[in-house]
């Protein structure tokens, strides 16, 4: 979908800066999406700097003083709990069969802590099943989802192994759920 310009073809103004401006326009963007307090004061950011870039009579230093009371009245609001974010979308990414060095990647983009990316791996991991390692349990999901190891043949194995390598799981992980002797386990 396409997002037309509007009518005049000139590009939109963005508007002044004002303290209910970056309420409004935070709250509005933690409707729509699950942010991380820095991945939310990124977002606020850009909005400043578009807006100074226009608006010659504001002051970006001012802006970003806002947008730190901002930040700091949804965190301790409960608006934004970078702990709670964190929970989710660990257990969201194990889910979809990510690996460790892929979530932490990931998170550690979102403006998170790696060291708090690991504990919440490790609690998640725990959580969801104590018998199977969560690496394991995520290669076998990733390989599930991407039908590897269907092909016995060895230019397919190989093929199989790389892709496994590229979404960051280790190749003694990637060997032992690729020869998974049940295929019914892997693919059922």
Same mark, same amino acid.
């Given at each position: 979908? %396409?997002?037309? &310009? &509007?009518?005049? !073809?000139?590009? /939109?103004? &963005? %508007? %002044?800066?004002? &303290?209910? $401006?970056?309420? #409004? +326009? !935070?709250? $509005? $963007?933690?409707? =729509? $999406?699950?942010?991380?307090?820095?991945?939310?004061? /990124?977002?606020?950011? =850009?909005? +400043?700097?578009?807006?100074?870039?226009?608006?010659?009579?504001?002051? @970006?230093?001012?802006? =970003?003083?806002?947008?730190?009371?901002?930040?700091? /009245?949804?965190?301790?609001? !409960? @608006? @934004? #709990?970078?702990? @709670?974010y964190l929970r989710g979308m660990v257990i969201t990414l194990r889910r979809q069969g990510r690996s460790k060095s892929m979530i932490v990647q990931k998170l550690m983009h979102k403006g998170l802590s790696a060291a708090a990316i690991e504990s919440a791996l490790h609690a998640a991991d725990e959580e969801q099943n104590a018998d199977l390692d969560g690496e394991y349990r995520a290669a076998l999901l990733f390989a599930r989802k991407k039908k590897l190891g269907l092909n016995t043949e060895p230019q397919h194995q190989m093929k199989d192994l790389q892709k496994m390598a590229r979404a960051g799981f280790s190749y003694d992980i990637a060997r032992k759920v690729l020869r998974t002797e049940n295929l019914e386990e892997l693919h059922g």
């Amino acid at each position: 979908m %396409k997002i037309k &310009p &509007p009518a005049s !073809g000139r590009k /939109k103004i &963005p %508007k %002044k800066i004002t &303290p209910s $401006y970056l309420h #409004n +326009a !935070g709250l $509005y $963007y933690l409707q =729509r $999406y699950a942010a991380s307090a820095a991945q939310f004061r /990124k977002v606020l950011v =850009r909005k +400043a700097q578009r807006s100074c870039a226009h608006h010659k009579d504001q002051d @970006l230093e001012a802006c =970003r003083a806002m947008i730190e009371e901002i930040v700091q /009245k949804f965190l301790q609001s !409960g @608006l @934004l #709990n970078d702990d @709670l974010y964190l929970r989710g979308m660990v257990i969201t990414l194990r889910r979809q069969g990510r690996s460790k060095s892929m979530i932490v990647q990931k998170l550690m983009h979102k403006g998170l802590s790696a060291a708090a990316i690991e504990s919440a791996l490790h609690a998640a991991d725990e959580e969801q099943n104590a018998d199977l390692d969560g690496e394991y349990r995520a290669a076998l999901l990733f390989a599930r989802k991407k039908k590897l190891g269907l092909n016995t043949e060895p230019q397919h194995q190989m093929k199989d192994l790389q892709k496994m390598a590229r979404a960051g799981f280790s190749y003694d992980i990637a060997r032992k759920v690729l020869r998974t002797e049940n295929l019914e386990e892997l693919h059922g």
